[in-house]
């Protein structure tokens, strides 16, 4: 499956943004999608994942009560909503999407075979 990343941009500490990654190429059908980023110089980070069928949901500590994974499978696209966005959040954003995995917490990039190419997310103080 090819995923596409977009949504990225600049905005001040406080503010939202919201990511999308659409996804092509094959069935959409049974992956898990989650978010994934790296700030520079750092490894990269689980944010979030969530189930197929949405039953399962998980977040990394840094972003939970702050950050919301969606998905509308009808689209086949999975959405990021960062609200209360900390200079610490900026980086590179990443989706990936894996059919055999099973979504928990402590999720890492090799869990996922299938990854976009990122968009750039800046937050400013």
């Known amino acids: 499956v090819q995923l596409q990343a977009s949504g990225g941009g600049l905005v001040q500490a406080g503010g939202s943004l919201r990511l999308s990654c659409a996804a092509s190429?094959?069935?959409?059908?049974?992956?898990?999608m989650g978010w994934f980023r790296q700030a520079p110089g750092k490894e990269r980070e689980f944010v979030a994942a969530?189930?197929?069928?949405?039953?399962?949901?998980s977040y990394g500590d840094s972003v939970k009560g702050r950050f919301t994974i969606s998905r509308d499978n009808a689209k086949n696209t999975v959405y990021l909503q960062m609200n209360n966005l900390k200079p610490e959040d900026t980086a590179v954003y990443y989706c990936?999407?894996?059919?055999?995995?099973?979504?928990?917490?402590?999720?890492?990039?090799?869990?996922?075979?299938?990854w976009g190419q990122g968009t750039l997310v800046t937050v400013s103080s």
């Open positions: 990936a999407a894996d059919s055999a995995i099973w979504v928990d917490a402590g999720l890492r990039p090799s869990d996922f075979n299938s």
């Open positions: 190429g094959r069935s959409f059908s049974g992956y898990a």
């Open positions: 969530k189930s197929y069928g949405g039953g399962r949901t």
